[in-house]
């Protein structure tokens, strides 16, 4: 299982970016998503999740109202809708997946066995 995370970039504080995080050597069907961002310094921090089916997430409390993440089995892709950026937001930005069946969610980084390389998101005052 390969992860490759994509969309990063320097952004103003208030504007938007959105991130993916596709996925090949399976589909992911069975597979809980998650992202997760560390920023210079800092622990690496749970962001957001997203369950098997889809119909179940998770958000930091940093972040709620402001990302959204969704995943398309078709494409084999999730995304990370972020919207009203705030420079503490800058971080490099890592998607993980888990083969997690049954619409449950992991929200916790050592639950996760497949990691993608990260992507910086900037965003300046």
């Known amino acids: 299982v390969q992860l490759q995370a994509s969309g990063g970039g320097l952004v103003q504080a208030g504007g938007s970016l959105t991130l993916s995080c596709t996925v090949s050597?399976?589909?992911?069907?069975?597979?809980?998503i998650g992202w997760f961002r560390q920023a210079p310094g800092k622990q690496r921090e749970t962001v957001a999740c997203?369950?098997?089916?889809?119909?179940?997430?998770y958000y930091a409390d940093s972040v709620t109202g402001r990302l959204t993440i969704s995943k398309d089995n078709n494409k084999n892709t999730v995304n990370l809708q972020m919207k009203n950026l705030r420079p503490e937001d800058t971080a490099v930005y890592f998607c993980?997946?888990?083969?997690?069946?049954?619409?449950?969610?992991?929200?916790?980084?050592?639950?996760?066995?497949?990691w993608g390389q990260g992507t910086l998101v900037t965003v300046s005052s």
């Open positions: 050597g399976t589909t992911l069907d069975y597979y809980t």
């Open positions: 997203i369950s098997d089916s889809g119909g179940n997430t």
């Open positions: 993980a997946a888990e083969h997690y069946p049954g619409s449950g969610l992991l929200t916790e980084d050592y639950e996760y066995g497949y």
